[in-house]
């Protein structure tokens, strides 16, 4: 199993940055990717972005292309979502996922999920 724990949410104006980060502790050695997905009151999961650990390539979903930036340290074990030019409509809980199989923009894909962190962004 793998355990994860985000942190860095926060409240920010428009256009303003955070930056997000993801612990990973446990069976690290089994991770495939590590993704970024966020939930807005009243709306579906809905996925940011991922890491492929093997190699590191990125994927990001088109609404935030350009805006955000996964990366990772790999001696912590820990990833980032740089988020620049936020939006109010960025505004979510952001939860980070592990995948230990498939790899794609599917949270079903992702089996082990941090406890999420409030990221709000006023105009």
């Known amino acids: 199993q793998v355990q994860l724990v985000e942190s860095g949410g926060g409240l920010v104006q428009a256009g303003g940055s955070l930056r997000l980060s993801c612990a990973a502790s446990?069976?690290?050695?089994?991770?495939?990717?590590m993704g970024w997905f966020r939930q807005a009151p009243g709306k579906e999961r809905e996925f940011v972005g991922f890491?492929?650990?093997?190699?590191?390539?990125?994927y990001y979903a088109d609404s935030v292309k350009g805006r955000f930036t996964i990366s990772r340290d790999n001696a912590k074990n820990t990833v980032y979502l740089q988020m620049n030019s936020l939006k109010p409509e960025d505004t979510a809980v952001y939860y980070c996922?592990?995948?230990?199989?498939?790899?794609?923009?599917?949270?079903?894909?992702?089996?082990?999920w941090g406890q999420g962190t409030q990221v709000t962004v006023f105009s």
């Open positions: 996922a592990a995948s230990r199989g498939l790899v794609s923009s599917l949270a079903a894909h992702f089996d082990s």
């Open positions: 446990g069976r690290t050695f089994s991770i495939k990717a």
């Open positions: 890491l492929r650990w093997d190699g590191g390539s990125t």
